[in-house]
């Protein structure tokens, strides 16, 4: 059974940083791509970035210059360095993986439980 263990969120005042981390466990064979999408209270459910295992990475332009995706593959683990943060970077923020379990099984989404990210004063 795969899981992705989401931490690092908080409350954070403007123009502060976060670093979230997200570790995938259990039956894993290769990870492909990786990736932070957030969920605001009333809006849509948004890419933020992703990483692919190459790492090649690609933002939502509302976060270029200010968010930074990277992954560790010998530990399954990917983080997302947030700095410079806005009011409007508050959002629950998922871990999403595509995963292949075994040689038995296809690439399978993955998605963590939410972390809560809080910009306020």
């Known amino acids: 059974q795969v899981q992705l263990v989401e931490s690092g969120g908080g409350l954070v005042q403007p123009g502060g940083s976060l670093r979230l981390s997200c570790a995938a466990s259990g039956s894993i064979l290769s990870i492909n791509s990786m990736a932070w999408y957030r969920q605001a209270p009333g809006k849509q459910h948004e890419l933020v970035a992703g990483?692919?295992?190459?790492?090649?990475?690609n933002y939502a332009d509302s976060v270029k210059g200010r968010f930074t995706i990277s992954r560790d593959n010998a530990k399954n683990t990917v983080f997302l360095q947030m700095n410079n943060l806005k009011p409007e970077d508050t959002a629950v923020y998922y871990c999403?993986?595509?995963?292949?379990?075994?040689?038995?099984?296809?690439?399978?989404?993955?998605w963590g439980q939410g972390t809560q990210v809080t910009v306020s004063s």
């Open positions: 990483i692919t295992s190459g790492g090649s990475t």
């Open positions: 999403n993986a595509d995963i292949r379990a075994t040689l038995f099984t296809r690439q399978t989404d993955y």
